[in-house]
């Protein structure tokens, strides 16, 4: 039976989650609780790949719904393919997807639970990642240091479908590796023969031209560096990951497509510092900043914050390129 479209089978989302809700068997796929571009696009990619009528696969994007409008390169690049946000599944949707009965889950862009889905460890059945190991299963992991989890995804849909050819799938899956590795370019270091080989196979798919990567990139990394219109407490939060020690310690991890330098001139940043930080609570946060810079890859640096019993500490590391 011929596959719909990818705008017309998520449209189909919220019935799924109903019916499966009623007690059906039913697979998330669910990203990483960045909710970035990759980790976004590889859990919708994969979900639609391996979705039946008889065993349906949601996919999950790790976030409440709420904060979907900070991921500004993934809002736009599902806007693009004509993908309707109210259609997409967050963890705030109703029925609750994490609270599914009989429910499977497959990890993408991440190995592990965050500290508050762990009572669902028994449920993780696959993992496709590329960051550094973490997990302890053994069975159905694939974890690989390629430059993007999308070169993964790919990967495994044309293993399992040779034929797979849906093009929103591979154009939104393009997109992200090429944004992932700086438009697979050398000298950035985050490209590997996957992200190039997976590159290549979209494009010999989809009749595309190699000569035009660089205008896709510029496009995407334009609309991920789109923030000028989110305060600093949204811009903390619109690519945070948090890691809680065994000892109970939490540290903020948040990722921005602007130099630390920047936004230590954003009005009100201290401030807005300290209510996220009190907020979360966190024992400490880390900013990292980054910045494309032509023909040198992508400059970095890197904001630890700290907020004492008295005062808010800031430390800035010098930029590097990598």
């Not at 859990?43 to 979705?51: I, N, P």
């Not at 430059?147 to 040779?162: K, M, N, Q, Y």
């Not at 990567?213 to 948090?242: A, I, P, S």
């Not at 948040?254 to 130099?259: A, E, T, V």
Request: hydrophobic share 40%.
């Amino acid at each position: 039976m011929a596959r719909p479209p990818l705008a017309s089978w998520v449209a189909s989302l919220p019935s799924l989650l109903q019916k499966a809700a009623q007690g059906g068997k039913a697979t998330i796929v669910m990203g990483n609780e960045a909710c970035d571009l990759d980790s976004g696009v590889s859990a919708l990619c994969l979900a639609y790949h391996r979705s039946t009528p008889s065993r349906p696969v949601l996919p999950l994007l790790n976030i409440p719904s709420e904060d979907f409008p900070l991921k500004t390169e993934l809002v736009w690049a599902l806007e693009e393919q004509g993908v309707t946000t109210g259609h997409l599944l967050f963890r705030d949707s109703s029925p609750p997807p994490l609270s599914l009965p009989h429910l499977s889950l497959v990890l993408v862009d991440h190995n592990v639970l965050p500290h508050r889905d762990l009572h669902l460890e028994g449920s993780v059945e696959e993992v496709l990642d590329h960051h550094a190991r973490e997990t302890s299963l053994e069975e159905g992991v694939t974890i690989e240091p390629v430059g993007s989890c999308a070169s993964l995804v790919l990967r495994t849909i044309l293993s399992e479908d040779p034929t797979f050819c849906e093009p929103s799938c591979l154009a939104l899956l393009r997109q992200t590796i090429l944004l992932d590795t700086v438009c697979l370019r050398p000298e950035a270091r985050r490209v590997t023969p996957p992200d190039l080989a997976m590159v290549e196979r979209i494009e010999g798919i989809l009749g595309l031209q190699a000569a035009a990567r660089e205008q896709v990139f510029n496009r995407v990394q334009e609309e991920k560096g789109r923030v000028g219109h989110l305060t600093v407490l949204q811009l903390l939060g619109r690519d945070l990951k948090v890691v809680v020690s065994p000892s109970g310690y939490s540290v903020a991890l948040s990722s921005l497509p602007l130099p630390c330098s920047s936004f230590l001139r954003l009005p009100g940043w201290a401030d807005q510092v300290e209510a996220f930080i009190k907020k979360g609570p966190y024992s400490c946060l880390v900013v990292l900043g980054s910045q494309p810079v032509p023909g040198e890859g992508v400059t970095r640096d890197l904001l630890v914050t700290l907020l004492t019993l008295f005062l808010l500490l800031p430390f800035l590391l010098p930029p590097c390129s990598c």
